[in-house]
């Protein structure tokens, strides 16, 4: 047996170092990586070289925080800058290539800057870089580059509302794309062009757009860009009011999103999956996802999204009737959307405090902010938030009593939802997806016949390889589950022993037996109620001692109940011949903190039995718990005659004590057990003549 548990700590322990030199392989720390590109920068010997160290740096803060990243590419273009302006003097072919390299750097810093102030909803300063790159773009007559700058100018076009001009320059963009090779800018321009017209209400034509591009994403493998297209497909669906398959598209975009670390992706699947549960009135789960979205959009340092957050909490604590909670949470997602210039989400959140007023019968400050909504809306075009507006304001006139009014903007409200939503488009929007999932089948089947006869000539080596890779990994996993199962039932053995020890040795048979002789001498000298109260005390011990001992840890304010029951009945069987005192400080919970069962009562018992029983005079103990930093301290101290004198005494008795050495060996259970350590001291104490004065026991017992 012990051969055979000494191959498994081998097979163990040779497969985790196998598993850390593939580690050390596959990556390094980040930490370590950014190290190394600082020597890198302070080595290198031209400046476009450090620019391109500087947007490695930068690159490396994509999921946050977003300061950091916009750091990095500000110094690379200050060295951008400064280089143009002293070769821009110089007329050489040479420093025309030269200028022309800065320029293109000086672009990409632009961009990028521009991309993290868009993210956090700083959309005119995003502007102020996207067009000076576009300009320089322009300058060098570089498509590719004024095709992104183009499409980056309509994204942020988009989110204000402004969908004629987002539009434009979308339109732009998708020519360049077409002319252009690269597949996969096309169709993020698609993705793009989808987004403007999904926010105004054309589902069709925004599904049509994502699906194209999910069919190029998923030929490519670009996992970030399908996990997009994932997202944007599902909004359609959730506005189409298909909740189940919206949900089934976000959360296949969590599942990416997490598996790439991709923060951004994550952030934006908690918020659509959180909407969803607020409108299957399950509004804790809700909240749950929203507030995760929050967190991480704060983490990343983006106001980009937080407003659509706090609109969807605000939704749930309405929809509970909770309208104060409801208007602070609307009210912060407005002031997001006016930092934001975000036009469709001013309109939105003021048409959502519109309601919150509505609701609190505050009708003039209702109509007011529904009015201010809707003429933001109208100049947006945004059907869904129009939709919204129109309700709530035919709802205000009717609840004002003017019929006609609440009748016109009631029809517009039915016209407006008519135009999003009515079943031939929502059929249309099924063909769409149907037909792209028919032509995906039939593609991977040309495929599969394709490769079918290559797959034949290599099957045979591959399933042996695979074969031999299982083997080799259940020897492996079975070796280290039979180690750690193995290890786990001897602490688990041991553990119980020890317990049952512990239990034995509480129970001993000589406190019983002098418990009992002590009520029978209460019963001798006709004290009956001594001897009843010794007895009902002595029953509620043994109660307390047996419940507690099942429990791995129990409250502290029980086991100070379980000292006190010990403590009288002690001082009952001497006589008195000891004092005792138990203090909490204030700052301690008693009812809240845990610590484990009768760890502290052998420390009591010796110092009763072996400390105060044989001094002379009258003793004292004292139990204190106290908080130390991550630790609840246990002190027992007594002005006994100390361990020493104790020692010889026992030894002429021929009496030998094992509580201590008991609690130790669960102690060492217990430090094996938890993160934090279990520490005991014990203090013989002295007076100012040198002489034994008692004992002090002090335990650290982290918090359960």
Request: charged content about 25%; hydrophobic content about 35%.
């Amino acid at each position: 047996m012990i051969c055979f548990v000494k191959y498994l700590k081998t097979v163990y322990l040779l497969s985790i170092m196998v598993f850390m030199l593939s580690m050390d392989t596959l990556a390094s720390h980040p930490a370590t990586r950014t190290d190394s590109l600082r020597v890198e920068y302070q080595n290198a010997t031209t400046d476009t070289a450090r620019i391109r160290i500087l947007f490695k740096l930068g690159y490396q803060f994509l999921n946050g925080p977003s300061d950091s990243l916009i750091y990095y590419f500000k110094k690379s273009l200050d060295i951008a800058e400064k280089n143009l302006e002293m070769f821009n003097k110089r007329s050489s072919e040479q420093s025309k290539l030269i200028v022309l390299t800065y320029k293109r750097q000086e672009i990409r810093a632009l961009i990028e800057i521009g991309i993290e102030h868009f993210y956090q909803g700083n959309y005119p300063l995003a502007l102020e870089n996207y067009f000076r790159a576009l300009s320089i773009s322009e300058q060098i007559n570089d498509l590719d580059l004024i095709s992104e700058c183009s499409s980056e100018i309509g994204i942020v076009f988009k989110n204000q509302g402004k969908y004629e001009k987002a539009l434009e320059y979308d339109n732009k963009v998708l020519e360049y794309a077409r002319m252009g090779g690269d597949t996969s800018w096309f169709a993020s321009c698609l993705v793009n062009n989808g987004s403007v017209y999904y926010h105004k209400g054309y589902y069709t034509v925004a599904l049509k757009n994502y699906m194209q591009a999910l069919k190029i994403f998923e030929s490519l493998g670009h996992k970030k860009r399908i996990e997009a297209c994932y997202l944007n497909i599902g909004k359609v669906y959730y506005e189409q009011g298909d909740a189940d398959k919206a949900m089934g598209y976000f959360r296949r975009a969590l599942d990416i999103a997490l598996a790439e670390n991709e923060k951004t992706g994550e952030a934006d699947s908690y918020l659509n999956i959180g909407a969803i549960f607020s409108d299957k009135h399950q509004y804790d789960s809700a909240r749950y996802y929203l507030n995760r979205s929050v967190e991480l959009n704060r983490e990343l340092g983006y106001k980009h999204g937080l407003d659509d957050c706090y609109s969807y909490i605000g939704f749930t604590y309405r929809k509970e009737n909770k309208l104060k909670e409801a208007l602070g949470f609307y009210n912060k997602a407005l002031k997001i959307s006016l930092e934001e210039e975000d036009s469709p989400g001013i309109a939105e959140s003021l048409g959502n405090i519109a309601e919150i007023f509505y609701l609190q019968k505050q009708y003039n400050s209702a109509l007011e902010k529904a009015l201010e909504g809707l003429s933001i809306a109208k100049k947006t075009g945004n059907l869904p938030v129009l939709k919204n507006i129109y309700a709530i304001i035919s709802q205000i006139y009717e609840a004002l009593g003017n019929k006609s009014l609440a009748l016109k903007f009631y029809k517009l409200y039915s016209s407006t939802k008519d135009t999003i939503f009515n079943e031939s488009k929502y059929r249309a929007i099924r063909e769409v997806e149907t037909k792209f999932e028919t032509e995906k089948k039939e593609q991977q089947l040309e495929l599969l016949t394709e490769k079918n006869h290559v797959q034949e000539l290599i099957i045979t080596q591959r399933n042996r390889m695979i074969i031999a890779f299982w083997v080799f990994f259940l020897l492996v996993a079975a070796s280290i589950y039979l180690y750690y199962r193995n290890n786990k039932l001897k602490t688990k053995r041991k553990n119980i022993e020890l317990e049952q020890k512990l239990l034995r040795s509480q129970m001993n048979p000589h406190f019983i037996f002098n418990s009992l002789i002590a009520i029978q001498s209460f019963i001798y000298n006709n004290d009956a109620v001594m001897a009843g109260d010794y007895i009902a005390k002595f029953a509620d011990l043994i109660r307390n001692i047996l419940e507690n001992s099942r429990a791995e840890s129990i409250l502290l304010e029980k086991e100070v109940k379980t000292f006190e029951l010990y403590l009288q009945l002690q001082s009952l069987r001497f006589g008195n011949k000891f004092e005792y005192k138990i203090e909490v400080d204030n700052n301690i919970d008693s009812k809240e903190i845990k610590i484990p069962p009768m760890l502290a009562q052998p420390f009591i018992e010796n110092a009763i039995e072996h400390g105060l029983r044989y001094k002379r005079g009258k003793g004292y103990l004292f139990i204190n718990f106290k908080k130390t930093g991550n630790h609840l301290r246990l002190v027992v101290e007594d002005n006994g005659i100390g361990r020493k004198k104790a020692e010889e005494i026992e030894k002429d008795k021929n009496y030998k004590s094992i509580g201590m050495s008991i609690v130790k060996e669960r102690i060492e259970v217990l430090n094996s057990r938890y993160y934090e350590q279990f520490n005991l001291t014990v203090k013989d104490l002295y007076d100012k003549y040198g002489e034994a004065a008692g004992t002090r026991i002090v335990l650290d017992i982290p918090y359960l």
